[in-house]
């Protein structure tokens, strides 16, 4: 099991960046894909990023490319989320979760972070 923790979120004006980070301990971070999901009332969970275990491999939800970076340190056990030119529509709670293998969907990964909101003022 991965523990995950994760920060950064907060109020950020329209137009704003934020970083997310995601603190990982326990099994072997370097084993683990990382994945960042969002979360609004009512709502499902949904696949936001994810990052491949070293790294290499990035993928994106449609809205958030070319306003998002997902990156990963394995030395520091560490994940991180950069959003950019923050819309309303980005408002939510941030989860960053572990898989075996990165995916787009929420039943692949195991373990998962207590979440950290994010509010875009307009």
């Known amino acids: 099991q991965v523990q995950l923790v994760e920060s950064g979120g907060g109020l950020v004006q329209f137009g704003g960046s934020l970083r997310l980070s995601c603190a990982a301990s326990?099994?072997?971070?370097?084993?683990?894909?990382i994945g960042w999901f969002r979360q609004v009332p009512g709502k499902e969970r949904e696949f936001v990023a994810a990052?491949?275990?070293?790294?290499?491999?990035?993928d994106y939800v449609d809205s958030v490319k070319g306003r998002c970076t997902i990156s990963r340190d394995n030395a520091q056990n560490s994940a991180s989320l950069q959003k950019n030119s923050l819309k309303p529509e980005d408002e939510g709670l941030y989860y960053c979760a572990a898989a075996t293998m990165w995916s787009r969907g929420t039943n692949e990964y195991q373990d998962w972070g207590q979440g950290t909101q994010v509010a875009v003022s307009s």
């Open positions: 990052i491949s275990r070293r790294g290499i491999t990035t």
């Open positions: 326990g099994r072997t971070f370097s084993n683990y894909a």
